[in-house]
Structure formats: C-alpha cells, structure tokens
C-alpha cells in the first residue's frame, strides 16, 4: 500500500510523549514490582466450589471468579484501562500451575520478579495468602501431575537431566498463549463470539459422548466470555463514580468517555479507533488473567487497527497526533505487565514478558501490506522507548525504502533490537512445506521471543522440545557421563581413545544428539498431554475452528493447525561448530595433541594448559567467512534440523527446529564445562543462533553474512535463526549510513536469510548506564531473543552486551 508523503511527514511530527504519557512511565519506573495473591486466591476458591463439575466448565468458572474479584483501578490520567493487579507494576503466581514457585518466592530472603536482579514486595497478607492457597493446590497442579508422569517414566534421571541444564524443565510456569482474533472482536465483538457458541448449541441432536463434550466447552465459551464483559462493565462503573468526584473539567470529560466505552466494548463492535484500543486491550489483558502466563501476542495490529483508524483519519474525528498518544497510552499498559517466574525463566528471559507485535509483511493478494498505521507504531515505539511489546518487521522487496529506513531510524534510537526483522519469503515458504495452505501462511505474524506463528489458528505452544547441544557436546567426549555432576545421563557413544578419525568422533556426536533429542520429545509429549487437561475457554473462543469443533485449543481436535503447537529447540550449534573444528585441526588433521589431552585439559578447566587452550582458540571460529569452520557449520545445522523432523509432537505432527535466542547462552553455559574450542567452563555461549561466540570475531559484518548466507534456511520447517548485529550509533546517524544497513540487511535477505535484528549503541553509553543506572532507565539492550532494560539485567548479562564493541565498516558481500 502507498502512503502519502504527507501522511509520513505528519507522523514524523507528532508528539507521542505527552505529559500523560510520560508521567505514566515515570510511575511505572519509580515502582517496586509487587507479588499479588488475588489471583491465586479466587482461583483456588473457584476450584474449591467447584469439584465435580466438568473440567472446562471449572476453568470457565474459574475465570469469571478472577475477574469479578480482582481489583479494577483507573491510573490518573491514562485513557486506555485495564490493570492486572492492583499496583502499577504487579503480577499473580501462576498457583494452580506450579504453586511451588509462589511459596519458594515468598520464603526467600531476596524475592524477585522476571529477573535475578529486580527485586519485589510481598505484602505480609499477599505472602500468608499465596503461601496457603499453594500449599492447597500441591498434588493438584499441572505441574506435580507433569511431575509425577516424567518420574514414573523416568525415575530420578529427568531431574537429573534438568539439573544438568540440558534439557530445560518443562513450561512451570504459567501457560504461553498465542493471541485473540482481534479482527474477529473488533468487527462482531464478544457478544457475537456468544451468539455463535449459542448457535453451535442449537444445533446439537445427538447428545453421545462427544456432542456432550462439545456442549460442555460451549457453555464454557459463552461462561467466559460474559466474564470478560462484565468485567469491561467493572471499569465503566469506576469511571462514572470517579468522574462524578471529577473537579477538574477536562479529565472528568476523559472518565465519562471512558465509561461510555467500557459499557460498549468489548461486548459490541468497536465504532472508532479508541474503542478498538480499549476492546483490544481489554481481551489481550484477559488472556494475561486466564492463564496467570506470558507470551500474548498483539500480532498483526497495523493491519487490524486499521480500519477504524482510517475511518477516524478520513472524517476527522480524530487526527494523526490523537492516535499518537492513545497508542502511546497502549504501550505503557503493555510495559505495566509482568509475570512471576521460577528461577529457570528468570536466567533464560530475564524479565521478558514476551509480548510480540507485527507490522509490515503482505496481504492475501501478495501486495505490500505496509499503511499508514504501520509508520504510525514506528514513531510510537521510537518515542515511547519501552521495552516491549517486541516489535517484528516482516520484510519483503515490495516494501518501501522509506518505511525500511523508518525502522531501522526506530531501531538506532530505541537502541534495543526494537524492531528485528524477518524474511517474509522464507518465512511463508517454510509454513507452506510444514503443510500450511497459502492462503493462512501469508498472515503469520511473530510470537513469543522471535517466533513466526499463524495467529488465531494455532493455541498453546506450550510444551517444546529444548535440546543443549553442548552438553550433549561434553558427553560424547565423556560417553554419556556429565563431567560436571558426574553421572552417567546421556548412552555410551565411545571411549574417546577409540576415535580413530574425526568422521568416527562426529558420528558418536550424532548418536548422543539422536538420545537426547528422543528423550527431550518424550518430555514435551507428556506436558501437551498434562496441558491438554487445563482447558483455556476465552482463549479458545477467540481462535478460529474451536467453537465450531467444540474442542479446546489445548486439546486434540481443536486449534486449526496442530503441527505448529510444538518444536524443537536445539541451541549452541556455535560452539559446538567451533569445538568440531578445533578437534578436527589440531587432533586429527595435524595430530599435535590426542583427545585424551584435549578431555584431560577440559577437565581442569585450562589450568596448567594454556599453550593447549591457544591451540584450540588459534583453530578457526565460525562467524569469518571460513569454509573449514563454515562447512562444519553448514552439516550440523542441517543434520540437526532434518533429524529432528523425526519427532512427533503430541498431536502426532513431525516437529520442526527452533532456533531463536531468550538469554539461552547464560543460563546454558552456567552448567557447561570448558570446550574444545577454548571457552571456560560456566561461561556463557556464544548469543542467539548464529551469533559468533565472544572475541571470536575477526571479519566484521560482511564476513559474518558470508558465513550464516552458507547455510539452509527454506527447509525443515525453520521458523526462527537468530542473527545479531551491534553497530555504533555513531554511525547510523544520516540516511547515506542508514542506507548501508539498509543494503547489508536486503544483502543477507535477496540470499536466502531468514532473520536479523541490530543492537545499537556503544561501550561508553552502558559503562555511564552501570555508574548512573537511574539516568538510564530506558536504555534498551537485545539479549539474543528479547529486549529488556539494560539496568535491569544481571551484571554478567551486561558486561556480555559491553564485549565486542569495535565498529567496523560495511562492506556488501559479492
């Protein structure tokens, strides 16, 4: 789609940093994180009063009992309402999915939130309520059902394995959620979701097992999504009470109208542009609240917001500056929410909620899809400088030059990643070969850290395989024994005297990966099967095909495309590239060291080795266009990918890889010993997915695209590689420079790339953020997968972030 020049040149110029808005963010930033019981103790009462009703019909129940309890607060000032707790940065304890984490948090001396280092109030009435209304649900959640399965299977070695950091422990905390139809609730509103689960009821004749079961989750649906209306009303009843105390003239105006919107919406189609931010958030905040989870995804809202937002624009009801700031409004909400993690999320996301937004990409005819609106969010997110929702860019050749330098303008002053960029070609393709027809793939969008996903077709991505490749890695030198724990985990592949070649070697590698990979499945396969049994009615009623199935999203028969809900993710392909090489060299190619030597060094951690560890560091890395290194590369991530489409998730779908980032090198690499290729042990890895591991880079940007353009990225159903780029903003400052950027990313693209995001700043902006951490609250940094605050990482995170700060120039491959 063409946008004006003169629409472009308004928006450049609106002011998305209002006094509201920015007093809004200020008290988000001035506000200690709290631990709430409300939550947890309406459900646990709803679960009380229920027991022998149908499972679905509890959860409905369930839910309407949190939404007629929690407190309902209107900030001063804000226009788009909403809270999830009653404090401004609050979150709930996913209690009736793993209470242990709720009762661990409140027992401990240092409590924090999403992050190791931010830390959180509990009020004594919050932590005797959680700590009791936990205790209840011990036998009873999701996760000692989980539990219990993995250690019947697999007695003590699941833990084990856990313990050891290779394989990660299954989802425990609250559930990962997809997104609502927004389109669908903002053309026919939940009053017409009801009507259309009443309509299903109607038609029912039989009444055999299976039609009672849908009539079971209809009645759910329609239990739900009354709730969510009638907790709108909630806040429509504030706003009269609060507007008739109201002196000041203005803001009392403000809260009439907010009453009148909360009374429309969501329940009825949204009329104009700010009722479709309200119903918006209104439903995007009741997943948050049915699930007590994270990885809502706004997806496509340049594309959804649209309509309204043109109409308003078009009849001047509003102008490009209102729109402005009722989005910038939206973002503070999004910044208000967190969730409470155990200690594993906490490493690997580091205070992330996962929210993940989309712009750009094509339409259903294959045209640009790119509006207005879409240069309008730009501009918000570059003002606003918060930390998420994530915002993903799907890149085509038909888009602009101007809304590409647009971002990238976006992406120097945000500084965080904010946004990355996915190749839409790649991307659709790779749906398509997973059995996807064109007419759904066209309209992914991204969720979670980086993920490409179908919104509205796909439910609770919930349970995934995660495979550590340098474990695994430590075990083939070791045969199947974790040198760090000691005991014997993964299958005997091989002495390591009995190598007689680096083929031989690489094969016993294969063998323990094949081990791993089959146990990680079986894992994830009994937590879809635990999941499956917590039924999601709101979130049901808003995907496509479940009311018609009359089947829950987390069940067999209820999202659209099942082969989607779960995936491999096999990570640290880097190191164990480099170790393969270094191996290959100086072990079997040059012969000047055994592998007894090389294992033996491992093990002391390079104490006493250091002309050995030289060795290994001098034995070429990946990341600088070198084809010894590169083609090691090339066969694992291709060998890996193909082989985990073997699996099956539990739908009966073949698997597919998943390669994104989250924090996953630190909290990896705190449980993996020293590596062949030079790195100590407890270190972390090398970030993201092709990243080059820490001081390894020698090439700069063009050796690096030269390296990552070698390998596959439209087979095997990939959906996600993470690439990170950290330039200077120093020189991103003209258009000509932004142009470079511009033709370094359309270079990777044009052969064959799938994913980049740049992290854009310099040494001396995070060593002055360390010194003043309160000057720099809205630095924003990307941690491989995610943005996050930079003050709000622990300090290993941040001198990672601070390494490798050299800006080299920009050459375009051949």
């Known amino acids: ?15 998305v940093l209002t006094e509201r808005v920015k007093k809004r963010r200020q008290e988000y930033w001035e506000m200690t994180p709290h631990l709430c019981a409300e939550r947890g103790h309406l459900a646990t009462l709803s679960w009380r009063e229920t027991e022998g009703k ?23 000032g804000e226009l788009i309402v909403g809270s999830q707790t009653r404090f401004v940065r609050g979150c709930y304890t996913p209690v009736e999915i793993n209470p242990q984490i709720g009762i661990d948090e409140c027992k401990s001396e240092t ?16 932590k005797k309520a959680i700590i009791e209304d936990g205790l209840w649900w011990k036998g009873k959640s999701i996760c000692d059902r ?18 050891a950091r290779i394989v990660p422990a299954i989802q425990r905390e609250g559930m990962t959620s997809t997104d ?38 209809l009645q759910a649906v329609i239990i739900a999504c009354e709730a969510v209306i009638k907790y709108a009303n909630r806040y429509s009843k504030l706003a009269k009470e609060l507007a008739f105390k109201e002196r000041d003239n203005d803001r009392r105006r403000e809260l009439e109208n907010i009453a009148k919107i909360c009374e429309w919406v969501p329940e009825n189609p949204a009329r104009n542009f700010r009722e ?3 119903s918006f958030w209104f439903c995007y905040l009741a997943l948050v609240l049915e699930e007590a989870g994270f990885c809502q995804s706004p997806a496509r809202m340049d594309q959804y917001f649209y309509p309204p937002y043109e109409k308003d624009i078009k009849e001047g009801t509003i102008s490009r500056q209102d729109a402005a700031e009722i989005l910038g409004c939206l973002w503070v909400k999004f910044l208000e929410l967190s969730t409470h993690k155990g200690p594993q999320q906490k490493e690997r996301t580091q205070g992330s909620q996962y929210s993940n937004l989309t712009v750009g990409g094509i339409n259903s005819k294959g045209e640009d899809a790119t509006n207005e609106l879409s240069f309008l969010i730009l501009e918000v997110v570059r003002q606003v400088k918060v930390h998420q929702p994530h915002l993903c ?16 303008e976006c992406n120097r002053d945000v500084h965080g990643g904010i946004p990355y960029f996915n190749n839409d070609r790649i991307v659709i393709h790779n749906l398509i070969e997973k059995g996807i027809p064109p007419e759904d793939a066209w309209d992914w969008a991204g969720f979670g850290c980086v993920h490409p996903n179908l919104p509205h077709r796909v439910g609770q991505p919930t349970s995934w395989c995660h495979v550590n490749l340098n474990k695994v890695f430590e075990m083939t030198l070791n045969n199947g024994v974790d040198p760090v724990s000691g005991k014997k985990l993964g299958i005997e592949s091989g002495n390591i005297q009995s190598f007689s070649s680096y083929d031989e070697f690489y094969d016993a590698f294969k063998k323990q990966f094949r081990f791993w990979l089959k146990r990680g499945a079986q894992m994830a396969r009994i937590a879809s099967v635990a999941y499956a049994d917590y039924p999601v009615p709101f979130h049901s009623a808003t995907l496509d095909d479940c009311i018609k199935n009359g089947r829950d999203a987390n069940e067999s028969g209820g999202m659209r495309y099942p082969q989607l809900a779960a995936k491999s993710l096999d990570r640290g392909h880097q190191n164990v590239a480099n170790s393969l090489a270094a191996i290959k060299n100086i072990v079997f190619d040059k012969k000047k060291v055994t592998m007894t030597e090389v294992v033996d060094a491992l093990s002391k951690n390079f104490e006493g080795k250091e002309e050995l560890r030289r060795m290994l560091l001098s034995a070429p890395k990946w990341g600088n266009d070198d084809d010894i290194v590169d083609d090691i590369m090339k066969d694992l991530w291709s060998w890996t990918a193909e082989t985990i489409t073997e699996e099956t998730n539990a739908w009966g779908h073949h698997i597919g890889p998943a390669r994104h980032g989250l924090s996953w090198h630190y909290w990896a690499g705190k449980a993996t010993g020293a590596l062949p290729d030079g790195r100590k042990e407890f270190t972390p890895l090398a970030p993201g997915a092709l990243d080059p591991m820490t001081g390894t880079s020698t090439g700069g940007p063009t050796a690096l695209i030269n390296s990552c353009s070698k390998l596959t990225f439209d087979h095997f159903g990939l959906m996600d590689a993470v690439l990170n780029f950290k330039f200077s903003p120093s020189i991103l400052q003209t258009r000509e420079q932004l142009k470079k950027v511009l033709a370094l990313m ?56 601070k390494a490798n700060r050299k800006t080299r120039p920009i050459r375009l491959a051949a």
């Open 1 to 15: 789609m063409v946008v004006s020049k003169i629409a472009i040149d308004e928006i450049d110029k609106v002011n």
């Open 146 to 163: 989980m539990d219990e399965t993995l250690q019947e299977v697999f007695g003590a070695w699941a833990q084990d394995a856990v313990n």
């Open 746 to 801: 359309k270079n990777y693209f044009d052969r064959g790339g799938l994913f980049i995001q740049f992290n854009v700043f310099d040494k001396a902006m995070l060593l002055a953020a360390q010194e003043n951490p309160e000057m720099y609250r809205d630095l924003i940094v990307r941690v491989a997968g995610y943005s996050a605050y930079f003050v709000e990482l622990p300090r290993e995170l941040q001198e990672l972030e």
């Open 54 to 76: 149908p499972t679905v019909i509890r959860r409905a129940k369930l839910f309407e009992k949190v939404l007629e309890g929690i407190p309902v607060l209107i900030w001063n």
């Open 393 to 408: 860019l799907r890149y085509h050749d038909k888009m602009s030059d101007d809304f590409l330098i647009k971002a990238l």
């Open 180 to 217: 609502v139809n927004y389109e669908k609730v903002l053309h026919i509103g939940l009053r017409g979701v009801i009507e259309v689960a009443r309509r299903e009821i109607h038609e029912l004749s039989v009444f055999d097992f299976d039609e009672v079961h849908k009539l079971h989750f």
């Open 111 to 126: 409590p924090t939130i999403g992050s190791e280092v931010v830390g959180i109030i509990i009020p004594e009435e919050d």
């Open 276 to 278: 479709a931010a309200q």
